[in-house]
């Protein structure tokens, strides 16, 4: 019904830069809202940040704001996460997130190590 697949993940060091992609495989694109979730070991899922349908609004946790960006191509069936400064506290495997239908549908996420 939903595939996601999360991609640009990798190690870093501290104060570096990554881009996450998640490729979305549904009809229409722009009918679903979408975000990123993260997850640390040993820890339960959090927020990161959503967009909207169009793309016109967005959010972000606390921790992030100011250095992550969410944006999203309608036309290629594309989100992105611009990830700048990272922090060692950044560390998690990122999970898409696509909410249809009050229906949450997961991608299988991608690792993002940051080293100090």
């Known amino acids: 019904q939903v595939q996601l697949v999360e991609s640009g993940g990798g190690l870093l060091q501290a104060g570096g830069s990554l881009r996450l992609s998640c490729a979305a495989s549904?009809?229409?694109?722009?009918?679903?809202?979408m975000g990123w979730f993260r997850q640390a070991p040993g820890k339960d899922r959090e927020f990161v940040a959503v967009?909207?349908?169009?793309?016109?609004?967005?959010d972000y946790a606390d921790s992030v704001k100011g250095r992550f960006a969410i944006s999203r191509d309608n036309a290629k069936n594309t989100m992105y996460l611009q990830m700048n400064s990272l922090k060692p506290e950044d560390t998690a495997v990122y999970y898409c997130?696509?909410?249809?239908?009050?229906?949450?549908?997961w991608g299988r996420g991608t690792q993002v190590t940051v080293s100090s």
């Open positions: 967009i909207s349908r169009t793309g016109s609004t967005t």
């Open positions: 997130l696509v909410v249809a239908d009050m229906v949450h549908y």
């Open positions: 549904v009809r229409t694109f722009s009918s679903y809202a």
